[in-house]
């Protein structure tokens, strides 16, 4: 008997995968189809798959051309796969020519031509196809951009910005918009990242046109603004997303819920660390009126390990910060710190303070460290009081997390699921750890 070995995704099976498995079965008599695990997808790059890998299973089942369906999980499983299963023929389509010549050690290796004018891509692009207005002046926005190439259906419709200049030297390749209303209308859906100020105004004017947001973090400068806004979200049946790239990155997310498993034992104590040095120049008030402080730059995204670990309802909070310029509100360095009725935590943030980036959640049996740059990190530990038990994890970002919160958002307003990695209360209570700040309920140094 001649066994047949073959490996896809399968998402959105079409006419392609069909006559593939066709062509493999009749170079044999049993063919065995291996189908890619979602966490083996992303971590070679495929992030738009639309399929779970059960709908993925079942519709090659329902082809009744596979003898056998198996899962593929990992790199270099298929050596394992064609030792364990004897298999006499590897085939795969000629998109892989040459990949998988390695196999030639093991079995025989064919390509078969590929089916042309249908793919998966292009039937995802079919079935979403969003226009994505961009809002705001900061370099950001240029990776935006960039990531937005790797989620299918998204297209960039154009630029609006209060600062014209520094956009267009920034983005020369993009339309710009001269009224954010025309933006809107040429879109179905904005990246906010405007002046922290502006971002009521911004996702307002936004959400009344019926237009899906996503803003990066904070959504605004008080938390009643913020509840507003998602109301208003809701009612206009909107996606409302607030933009943490760390939300969105697998390590983290794994980080989270390794913890919730009680790991480490009870949890006492988070302490998260985002820093970065950045000349400002203060003497520009226009630039200062847009400019992101040091609490709202950073803020947010320290915030988030806290909040999403103990809840928001701590008992006391205290904001010491060096402010040095006060008509705008810009701190150097902050650092505040929570009690809640059974642990504590606290974030530093600057950008005109340096220190190390690490994350480190302390618990009764052990801890997690998460190694600077924590907010982008692929890899933690996780530490005990014998070194011979510590474990550490990998988990592979690209692009600093921004595509998957992109996958995210669209798949949000895809599906009309309003539920993001970031619940609506955290986002609130970020905004009131803004709002605090701003009204200066805090002690200067
Ligand atoms: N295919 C084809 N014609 C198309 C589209 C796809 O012949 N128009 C073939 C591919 O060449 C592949 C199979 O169908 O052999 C499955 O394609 P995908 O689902 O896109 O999976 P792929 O990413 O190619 O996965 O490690 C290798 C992978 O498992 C192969």
């Not at 198996?70 to 004897?86: A, L, N, S």
Request: glycine share 6%; proline share 2%.
């Amino acid at each position: 008997m001649t066994k047949v070995i073959t490996y896809g995704t399968y998402d959105l099976l079409h006419y392609g995968h069909i006559r593939l498995l066709e062509r493999a079965k009749a170079l044999g008599d049993y063919l065995i189809v291996g189908v890619t695990a979602d966490d083996f997808d992303k971590s070679r790059g495929k992030i738009n798959v639309q399929q779970s890998l059960m709908e993925r299973i079942e519709a090659v089942k329902a082809t009744g051309i596979a003898d056998e369906i198996i899962i593929e999980e990992y790199e270099g499983q298929k050596i394992d796969d064609i030792k364990k299963y004897e298999v006499d023929i590897f085939a795969i389509g000629d998109d892989w020519i040459g990949k998988f010549d390695y196999l030639k050690a093991y079995c025989q290796v064919i390509y078969l031509e590929r089916t042309k004018g249908v793919s998966s891509s292009e039937l995802r692009n079919k079935k979403r196809s969003l226009r994505l207005g961009l809002v705001g002046e900061s370099d950001i926005l240029k990776k935006v951009v960039n990531e937005s190439k790797y989620v299918n259906g998204i297209q960039i419709s154009g630029v609006y910005s209060d600062d014209k200049d520094t956009v267009k030297g920034l983005l020369n390749d993009i339309k710009f918009y001269d009224k954010y209303d025309e933006l809107l209308n040429d879109s179905d859906a904005v990246y906010i990242i405007s002046g922290p100020k502006y971002h009521y105004r911004d996702i307002k004017y936004a959400l009344d046109r019926k237009k899906h947001v996503l803003c990066e973090s904070p959504i605004t400068l008080s938390k009643c603004e913020c509840e507003e806004l998602f109301e208003l979200s809701k009612r206009n049946k909107c996606v409302l997303m607030e933009a943490i790239k760390t939300a969105y990155s697998m390590a983290y997310h794994r980080m989270l819920l390794l913890v919730e498993t009680g790991i480490i034992g009870i949890l006492k104590s988070v302490e998260a660390t985002c820093t970065s040095i950045r000349e400002i120049d203060k003497s520009d008030r226009k630039k200062m009126d847009r400019s992101w402080n040091s609490i709202s730059a950073w803020g947010p995204t320290a915030l988030l390990p806290v909040f999403q670990i103990f809840g928001i309802d701590y008992r006391e909070r205290k904001i010491v910060t060096w402010l040095d310029d006060e008509e705008y509100c810009y701190d150097s360095f902050t650092k505040i710190d929570f009690c809640y009725p059974e642990a504590v935590a606290s974030i530093k943030v600057g950008q005109g303070v340096k220190s190390e980036g690490d994350l480190i959640i302390s618990g009764t049996k052990g801890y997690v460290y998460v190694p600077a740059p924590w907010w982008k990190t692929e890899y933690f530990e996780v530490r005990f009081e014998r070194p011979e038990n510590n474990r550490r994890y990998f988990y592979q970002l690209d692009g600093e997390g921004i595509r998957y919160e992109l996958v995210s958002f669209v798949r949000a307003i895809e599906s009309g699921c309003l539920i993001t990695n970031i619940d609506k209360e955290i986002s609130s209570e970020i905004a009131s750890v803004m709002e605090d700040f701003m009204n200066g309920n805090v002690i200067r140094i």
